[in-house]
């Protein structure tokens, strides 16, 4: 059983993004592991594996619109069957 269920990724596209901030958001906010924050001030790309991708996905659209939203369930994988 892995720890951390969904493998979250999305696009964030804004103003002014700081993926550096967005980073320690992640890190004191939300529990999980494997984060990736990288992009530019218009644009981060966002993955993450946590439990509750639903509060991944509130924070990223109070900070900008998303898009390309992919939530894959890592357990159901590992077992053979369609995340």
Request: some cysteine.
């Amino acid at each position: 059983m892995l720890e951390f269920k969904y493998d979250t990724q999305l696009l964030i596209e804004g103003e002014n993004l700081d993926e550096d901030v967005i980073r320690d958001y992640f890190t004191e906010n939300f529990k999980g592991d494997c984060l990736l924050a990288v992009g530019d001030d218009e644009l981060i790309k966002i993955h993450f594996h946590t439990n509750e991708p639903w509060k991944v996905l509130a924070y990223c659209s109070s900070i900008g619109e998303i898009y390309d939203i992919v939530i894959e369930d890592m357990d159901r994988q590992a077992r053979g069957l369609q995340g």
